[in-house]
């Protein structure tokens, strides 16, 4: 007969859950992988939103170049600079306590040469990021080894690349056919040049469970099925914002509709004089 109590046997054969930390540095990342533990990193641009997602518990907020079509209306990333990415990651910065903050590294910033890369993304840096991510595979890997060993942590971005949507010929799965073996080859050249996490955006299910069982470092998908390492969401996508969505989005809320329905009821309030109500304004 055992002479555990029943809640000591459970302890023994209980192997402890992975534990989120307090303040999510970059070693956590790796250590996330290695405890199976699942990441959850999603957009955000200015100090109204960010304190929002950080208190729900997401480990990274990213500074996405998504800013120029979310925010600022622009119908491609090409046109965000990196005075914008500053502006956005200092707000962010400012109000976020617990996620790392990633921050884009806009086109036209970086791709020059791995000096080129260093003076952007310091200035990211100086604004508050705690990393900074870029597009492409083996050719910036010089720019990631620099920037690595400057004390500027890089994410990679493989996939569907936006900054890149002229060559590529606009939004679609990448990784396909004879892809699949390059998006190994890139994804490992920027785990061997420092990289600490890889974006996989629109990627097929299968090449990113190849590309997530070659690295050590953990992969973030997007349109990439659920088997990376964790998953990444345009923020405003993820409440319902707009009425469109890409297929990949699930929307966990209707913020806009509930937005639109509130306006809408203080225009009527204001137009039949319900508001603002006696409640509302201090009576002499
Ligand atoms: O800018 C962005 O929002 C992104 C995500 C799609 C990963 O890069």
Known sequence: MSSLAPSDA???DTVPAPTKPKKVRVHHLAQAKQQGRKLTMLTAYDALIAPLLDAAGVDMLLVGDSYGNVMLGYDSTLRVT???????TS?????TRRALVVADLPFAT???SAQQAFESASQLMRAGAHAVKLEGGRPRVEAVRLLSQSGIPVVGHLGYTPQSENTIGGPRMRGRGDQRDAMIADALALQDAGAIAVVLEMVP???????TAALEIPTIGIGAGPHT?????????????QEWVPSFVHRFAQIGREITAAAAEYVESVEDGTFPAPENYHQQ
């Open 205 to 211: 299910d299968n090449v990113a469970i190849d590309v």
């Open 110 to 112: 970086y791709e020059a």
């Open 229 to 241: 390492d964790g998953q990444v969401l345009v923020w405003s996508d993820m409440v319902g914002m």
């Open 82 to 88: 990196l005075d914008d990415m500053v502006r956005a």
């Open 91 to 95: 707000a962010v910065a400012r109000s």
């Open 10 to 12: 459970a302890a023994v």
